[in-house]
């Protein structure tokens, strides 16, 4: 079974500062990955998603970038934090079973980040 | 644009029954997926459906019609771990994206 290792758990970090946040995934090979922000009580906000090494499509433009430099491996990545960066950072993993099939996305434990 | 509706916070009480709908706006409706998440925790799958008719697991039941773009979470014999939020989410064909509704919090009380 797939397994998402996200870290780090919580993140505090002052503004202008520099964030990398990596996920890794087990279990599963050319996955699509998902990158969501969730503010507090709020819902996931899709940010970037990738269906392959190097591929990687963007939903809101923001102070935040992704990259996919393994199979498995996702990161999001800021130069400069803002304070509405804060939030809950969860790094989500769908299998590819068939072009065009999503049906069932798993969750890693998430990055509370708040920045100061 | 996409976009997805569903109740704010719903409360109901302990052994009853609840409904949470959920309406959407999408091209390229695939399918309509339904996460539960306890506070401070992670999302967590209950159920999909990419037909129309309704899907069961246990106490959970999933409905979906794609001609009235609508679906509902169904939560039988309701228990206090039962209250979290829950989230109605569409799959797009051949975009690959999971796009994610605000959430409905549910609160279930003795």
């Known amino acids: 079974s797939q397994t998402i290792h996200q870290w780090p758990a919580t993140l505090v970090q002052p503004v202008g500062s520099p964030l990398s946040l990596e996920c890794t995934v087990e279990?599963?090979?050319?996955?699509?990955l998902y990158w969501y922000r969730q503010a507090a009580g709020r819902g996931l906000q899709l940010l970037f998603y990738?269906?392959?090494?190097?591929?990687i499509s963007s939903e809101v433009p923001q102070n935040l970038s992704a990259s996919r430099p393994q199979d498995r491996q996702f990161i999001l990545s800021s130069k400069k934090l803002l304070l509405s960066d804060s939030g809950f950072y969860l790094c989500?993993?769908?299998?590819?079973?068939?072009?065009?099939?999503?049906?069932?996305?798993?969750f890693g434990q998430g990055t509370r980040l708040t920045v100061v | 644009g996409q976009s997805l509706e569903q109740p704010s916070e719903v409360t109901a009480v302990e052994g009853a029954i609840v409904q949470i709908n959920c309406t959407y706006q999408?091209?390229?409706?695939?399918?309509l997926s339904w996460y539960q998440q306890h506070d401070g925790g992670a999302p967590t799958f209950l159920s999909y459906?990419?037909?129309?008719g309704l899907e069961e697991t246990g106490r959970f039941s999933s409905f979906l019609s794609r001609s009235d773009s609508y679906g509902y979470l169904l939560l039988q014999e309701l228990q206090m771990k039962d209250s979290a939020s829950y989230f109605c989410?569409?799959?797009?064909?051949?975009?690959?994206?999971?796009?994610f509704g605000a959430g409905t919090r549910l609160f279930v009380k003795a």
């Open positions: 989500a993993l769908s299998p590819v079973l068939k072009l065009g099939m999503n049906t069932e996305a798993f």
């Open positions: 279990g599963t090979s050319n996955p699509n």
């Open positions: 990738s269906v392959g090494i190097g591929q």
């Open positions: 999408t091209s390229g409706f695939y399918g």
């Open positions: 459906n990419g037909l129309d």
């Open positions: 989410a569409v799959s797009h064909t051949g975009g690959f994206k999971t796009i």
